[in-house]
């Protein structure tokens, strides 16, 4: 078996100090090491996309980046991936600003990415391609004659037909998706919304559950839950605590904390958890004077109306929640449009008495296991968490609730200020023994584990599925 060559929409450089720390970079990079290989992605930068690769090496790896032109960022990343295919999969079509020439710039840049990646790629590789950026790639490595092994891996919802098929170019993009020979998802609800939607434009023939045809194409569907390192979280968490965050715990020592981050996006629930935490000091007045709840969430894409829309809307109600309820001496809500350090949050999780993360829709949710795993298991916090969220489908012990009803989750966040420690602690027990089990190195592996069962295509069997076609259902 030859080299792993792993494809995302930016990459995360050997020697970039503000590289990720988490979630796909850390998966990858076990992937990698395992096999060696090459991570092939946008350097970031907006510049001549003329310019030939840059390339770094460190032990058995490579890094290979470029950069996109100002019109390809604008129409492919900008406006089709971030305008389109983001809102609509987190169910906002009010959102989705379809415009052809976008459509076309997306296709476009995935077409010159496949231009780009084409030399590099050697026979006996394997592919692993990665997120909505990139849904055609597939396609456009076919057509260059690309036989290896391919597969994919969706980090965000995939929404039911009714969704989906609303989106223009719905129809290309199944097509292009069965190009793959592995379509991985967060939850099996995604796979199934995937086939729904597929079944619904075309034939598909299904053997032994999980291995498809459709448009003469044949490919496999599979879950694989995304987890995270909780060995090293828990490091990061139990550390010493800086000067600054020691003095505001021993501040604190007398309220309870209520601690959420997620970056500054729609879908993650913001205004409606803000709305949550105020019915909670409405309902129940014991908890006045006696709890906060802090919010950050970091700008992100703060170039987008809908971004600087959502902002505003976080400031003004926190201004008015606090206005309503404060007290001299107590800000029952704080909010940070800031970012912080990842281990100096992993700190914060452990002192935090309950972690709030209540998405409106969410692949996964990182965030959720990360409070989890940075808990002090003898005295660990309360876990409440949207039933929305792909992370419900396994912390089926944290408090489940409606982002959507602010009263079930005022109800949850009470219950969560009042749980003894014996009920804490067994709930926190089920959650790890779920992370432990599920680990970012488990997903990795298990991933490319089936993508190697998969037997290459050859140049006949693309032949072949470039004539055949399934009569499309009435």
């Not at 995302?8 to 990698?32: E, H, M, Q, T, Y």
């Not at 231009?115 to 490595?141: G, R, T, V």
């Not at 876990?383 to 944290?398: D, H, M, P, R, W």
């Not at 749980?419 to 990795?444: A, F, G, P, Y």
Request: with cysteine; charged share 25%.
């Amino acid at each position: 078996m030859g080299r792993l060559v792993v494809v995302s929409n930016r990459i995360a450089p050997p020697d970039d100090k503000k590289a990720s720390a988490g979630g796909l970079a850390v998966g990858v990079l076990g992937a990698l090491k395992a096999t060696g290989g090459l991570w092939f992605g946008w350097s970031g930068e907006i510049g001549n996309e003329d310019q030939p690769l840059q390339k770094v090496t460190r032990g058995n790896i490579t890094w290979a980046s470029f950069n996109l032109s100002e019109k390809d960022h604008e129409e492919y990343y900008s406006q089709f991936s971030n305008a389109v295919l983001w809102p609509a999969f987190h169910y906002r079509l009010d959102l989705v600003k379809f415009q052809r020439e976008a459509w076309e710039g997306y296709s476009r840049v995935n077409a010159l990415l496949a231009d780009k990646l084409l030399p590099l790629i050697k026979e006996d590789d394997i592919l692993w391609i990665h997120d909505y950026h990139l849904l055609p790639f597939a396609s456009e490595l076919r057509k260059r004659g690309v036989n290896n092994r391919i597969g994919f891996f969706l980090h965000i919802p995939f929404p039911t037909p009714e969704i989906f098929n609303a989106l223009p170019p719905h129809e290309e993009l199944l097509e292009q998706l069965c190009d793959y020979d592995l379509l991985g998802f967060q939850t099996d609800s995604d796979r199934v919304s995937f086939l729904d939607s597929l079944s619904s434009k075309t034939r598909v023939a299904t053997r032994e559950g999980k291995s498809h045809t459709a448009w003469g194409k044949t490919f496999r569907t599979e879950v694989y839950p995304i987890g995270i390192e909780p060995e090293e979280i828990e490091k990061q968490a139990s550390g010493p605590l800086p000067p600054k965050l020691a003095q505001l715990k021993n501040e604190l020592k007398n309220v309870k904390n209520i601690f959420s981050v997620e970056r500054l996006d729609y879908s993650k629930g913001l205004p409606e958890r803000f709305l949550a935490f105020e019915a909670l000091l409405e309902k129940y007045p014991e908890h006045h004077g006696k709890i906060r709840y802090t919010q950050i969430a970091p700008t992100s894409r703060g170039e987008v109306q809908a971004y600087q829309d959502i902002r505003h809307q976080l400031e003004t109600e926190a201004g008015r929640i606090n206005g309503r309820y404060g007290q001299l001496g107590w800000t029952p809500l704080y909010y940070l449009n800031q970012h912080f350090d990842r281990k100096i949050l992993m700190q914060v999780f452990r002192y935090a008495d309950v972690g709030l993360v209540t998405p409106l829709r969410d692949g996964m949710n990182l965030v959720a296991k990360e409070y989890v795993a940075a808990q002090d298991p003898a005295d660990p916090g309360v876990l409440v968490l949207s039933q929305f969220a792909g992370a419900a489908n396994e912390l089926t012990s944290a408090l489940l609730v409606n982002p959507y009803d602010r009263d079930d989750v005022a109800n949850a966040l009470d219950r969560a200020l009042k749980m003894s420690l014996t009920e804490r602690i067994s709930r926190h027990s089920e959650m790890m023994k779920v992370i432990r089990e599920n680990d970012i190195d488990r997903w990795q592996a298990r991933f490319i584990a089936d993508l190697k069962q998969i037997s290459p295509r050859t140049v006949e069997s693309n032949l072949q599925k470039k004539v055949a076609t399934f009569p499309k259902l009435a």
